[in-house]
């Protein structure tokens, strides 16, 4: 059975120009942080990536740390801050964060105070799109990057998270990138690599795929891949919304990442139907890939007034530049098949 894989907001599959550069740096053997010639050949892998990601992200001029992940670069954002947030943020932007701030029941946030507030730009689940107030301390354009064509420098914002794996790069690396001038405390202190902020030996391999991937995402983003990908998840919806009547896709009246479908079919489970999809052959997901195994309703419907049954009831499908309409079709067919079966049983 050939799988298709449709779950791109959780990971993107690993580019081949990340895997390129990947496999030239683990030829590197020096330390970044010696001074003889093999580290300064290492050095340039990392100053090397730092410019790549600089470039595609518009954040010429701003300071990059490296990082292991976007979660820990939110908790060097975030730290020992007090920052509001909404309920509709990723856990890593919560667990630091009050979440009391509104959000409507289109999944847009109230900001009271930019300076003391972090936002999501892209809601990993829904795709619902966050309008960036200027002087934002925090934003988390994790799955943005990448799909849209976002400009650090025009954000707005102090800081903003970033991940390699969203965009094709490995797992086990992020970044945070800041303003110049601004500094945070840092978390993992020792030797004083990435500016004193990040301390120990920076992961060059990860790094050196970081920036390969982000070079690459750029790339696709300006040869239109993604209004092609766009095309499709609205070629799912109208297929779906043919014969699923009273099936609801969350988001679908703001603007959203050209890729994310959530569909919520009141009382099926999405836990059920992401079984169901995998038996078929298709990798969907139920929500936010750091709470799979958990079973329970999606927080960020819930707080868009969803109650908990119909937030328990939603499925993300997030295509990428090589998904087919071939692909989208079948798995229309697959998923119609089985809500043809709930209906009959719900009847």
């Not at 990971?11 to 390129?20: I, K, N, Q, S, Y």
Request: glycine share 10%.
């Amino acid at each position: 059975m050939t799988r298709v894989y449709l779950d791109h907001n959780a990971t993107a599959p690993l580019r081949g120009e990340a895997r390129d550069a990947m496999i030239a740096a683990m030829d590197a053997i020096g330390n970044p942080s010696s001074v003889h010639s093999e580290g300064r050949k290492a050095k340039s892998i990392i100053e090397t990536a730092r410019g790549q990601i600089a470039s595609a992200f518009g954040a010429d001029g701003a300071d990059i740390v490296f990082t292991s992940s976007a979660t820990e670069a939110a908790a060097l954002a975030c730290a020992g801050r007090d920052l509001a947030s909404a309920r509709v943020e990723h856990d890593a932007v919560l667990s630091w964060t009050n979440g009391d701030l509104a959000v409507d029941g289109t999944g847009v946030v109230d900001v009271a105070d930019p300076s003391k507030t972090a936002v999501q730009l892209a809601n990993s689940e829904t795709g619902v799109l966050q309008k960036l107030p200027e002087g934002l301390a925090v934003a988390d354009m994790t799955q943005a990057f990448g799909k849209l064509p976002v400009a650090f420098n025009w954000s707005g914002a102090d800081m903003a998270l970033i991940s390699a794996h969203k965009l094709g790069g490995p797992k086990g690396i992020g970044a945070l990138v800041l303003k110049r001038g601004l500094d945070v405390k840092a978390q993992i202190k020792g030797g004083g690599q990435e500016m004193g902020r990040r301390s120990g030996t920076e992961n060059i391999i990860g790094i050196a795929g970081f920036g390969a991937a982000a070079e690459a995402a750029q790339s696709d983003l300006e040869a239109g891949k993604w209004d092609h990908v766009e095309k499709l998840r609205n070629i799912l919806e109208s297929t779906l919304a043919e014969r699923a009547k009273h099936t609801i896709f969350v988001g679908k009246e703001n603007a959203r990442l050209p890729n994310t479908s959530c569909i919520l079919t009141l009382g099926w489970k999405g836990e059920t139907q992401v079984m169901q999809m995998d038996l078929a052959g298709f990798a969907i997901s139920a929500g936010s890939a750091c709470s799979s195994g958990k079973v329970k309703a999606s927080g960020v419907l819930m707080a868009m007034g969803f109650d908990e049954i119909a937030a328990a009831s939603a499925i993300r499908v997030s295509l990428g530049p090589e998904t087919t309409e071939q692909e989208v079709l079948a798995f229309a067919d697959a998923w119609l098949a089985q809500h043809e079966k709930y209906r009959a049983r719900d009847a």
